[in-house]
């Protein structure tokens, strides 16, 4: 997420013109993929949602990973995701961030 933060301004205009609101969708299809592909690569996998699960090499089972990826909850909306980006950002919690003047008139 760290470095989503540094990016999501030019993430953005590709989420908008491309439709795709949410991210990482899990459904039947995606959940069958990614638990194949992470039975074939399990380390990759791990590696991928670095930063998105929390994950610990002497505890979790990476065997277990495809398992474990089958059952991920549904994806995030990008505006969720974006938000998150802003906070880290700005090293504190608040408001969405419209910009200056959208700011105002959403806010005072």
Known sequence: MVYFSNIYKIVEPIVKSTGLYCLIDQGDITSFVHSKFCKALPRLCVLMDD??????????????????????????????????????????????????????EKYG
């Open 51 to 104: 930063g998105f699960i929390d994950w610990h090499d002497d505890i979790d089972n990476e065997d277990r990973y495809a398992d474990n990826a089958a059952h991920t909850p549904a994806g995030a909306g990008w505006r969720t995701l974006a938000h998150y980006a802003q906070n880290i950002k700005n090293k504190r919690f608040m408001r969405w961030d419209f910009g200056a003047k959208k700011n105002m």
